[in-house]
């Protein structure tokens, strides 16, 4: 239990759903991150939230919408999207940005069809 | 972040001390070193991190090479639990305000009984 719970574990969408990825942290951390990792590639930084401020996108297409309504809660949005965005999508806090210790939910393993 | 290099994959007998090489020849003087490890089915869990001296932890060791080009992380004696991808970052200005920890291809250890 690292303290970082994601839910749902696993999702199957069609193209033409809007779903949510939803995370939570009990570490009183105060940043958030999203990362996607695909089969056979590493994991990718989307975006990163410092005390619910978005601080970095790393050109994600719009179709991911990511929301921090707080330090403890982190959404990430998802409409149209395509097959090729199935992937494992982890969440992870830290006490701080800036290359501190990390710690990752188990992840969402999304199928799209 | 400084570049590094993994091999993809190396494997382990059980119980025996397994050593995996990190080259980061490009780090700089204040670029921390960072180990995590990703079980299957589970997100990345931070293993070690540290910047010029030997640092110990209850799950591994982290060997610094003097010219800090290259680090080993050292597991004493491996598990069937410890089979995972382990990912080593070269990270600076840890604890500060600016970027974020990168992950590469990790090296995937298999550990034989």
């Known amino acids: 239990e690292t303290g970082v719970t994601q839910t749902p574990r696993h999702l199957v969408m069609g193209m033409t759903n809007k779903k949510s990825l939803k995370c939570e942290q009990h570490?009183?951390?105060?940043?958030m991150y999203w990362y996607k990792q695909s089969a056979k590639k590493p994991l990718e930084l989307m975006f990163v939230?410092?005390?619910?401020?978005?601080?970095e996108n790393n050109s994600v297409p719009s179709r991911f919408s990511p929301e921090c309504p707080n330090s403890s809660h982190l959404f990430l949005h998802l409409h149209t999207l395509q097959p090729e965005d199935s992937a494992l999508y982890l969440c992870a806090s830290s006490q701080r940005t800036g290359g501190e210790k990390l710690f990752f939910g188990s992840g969402t393993q999304l199928s799209v069809l | 972040d400084a570049k590094t290099t993994q091999p993809n994959s190396m494997e382990s007998n059980e119980e025996e001390p397994v050593h995996l090489p990190c080259n980061h020849s490009?780090?700089?003087?204040?670029?921390?070193i960072h180990w995590y490890r990703q079980l299957p089915s589970q997100g990345p869990e931070y293993v070690i991190h540290?910047?010029?001296s030997n640092v110990n932890n209850r799950m591994a060791s982290l060997a610094i090479a003097e010219d800090r080009k290259s680090s080993t992380l050292i597991l004493h004696r491996a598990t069937l639990r410890d089979a995972a991808v382990y990912y080593c970052i070269a990270y600076m200005n840890y604890g500060g305000s600016q970027g974020n920890l990168i992950f590469g291809k990790g090296t995937k250890l298999s550990v034989k009984p």
């Open positions: 939230y410092n005390f619910k401020e978005q601080t």
């Open positions: 490009t780090i700089s003087g204040t670029d921390y």
């Open positions: 570490l009183g951390h105060n940043a």
């Open positions: 540290g910047l010029t």
